[in-house]
């Protein structure tokens, strides 16, 4: 059941904040330099952007699974986020830098925003999931 909802709560806060994060960064104007790329807003498909948040809020909370302790979930959904968003996010900024004609600032906005949503659905999962309870 804690697989269910951890999925559930992490797809809610991957959605939530990559909705905020984008409105807020092309509002600055940092997106600029991706318009010749993406579709229009009557073209995106958001069905596709549901599945994707779903995908990656349950293979997370799979992980997360295996990987903790059940000691300290705040602590540990934290330190599972801030590594899974550097593991993700960084090797992105270069990838990015490397195949796109992006501006700088722009990629480092899409880094930083990636690796902030996937801490804070880091600690969305480990609260979620919980102390373990000893037998």
């Known amino acids: 059941m804690k697989l269910v909802l951890s999925t559930i709560f992490s797809t809610l806060t991957l959605f939530i904040f990559a909705f905020l994060f984008y409105w807020v960064v092309f509002s600055a104007g940092f997106m600029g330099s991706y318009l010749h790329i993406m579709r229009t807003p009557e073209g995106q498909i958001m069905w596709a952007n549901i599945v994707g948040f779903l995908i990656q809020g349950f293979l997370l909370s799979v992980v997360y699974k295996y990987y903790y302790k059940g000691e300290s979930s705040l602590k540990e959904g934290l330190i599972f986020g801030l590594l899974i968003g550097l593991l993700t996010s960084i090797p992105f900024l270069f990838f990015m830098w490397a195949n796109y004609t992006l501006h700088w600032k722009t990629v480092l ?26 037998n």
């Not at 996937?118 to 000893?134: D, Y």
């Open 109 to 134: 906005a899409e880094g930083a925003g990636m690796g902030f949503r996937l801490l804070v659905a880091g600690i969305v999962i480990g609260l979620t999931f919980g102390k373990r309870h000893k």
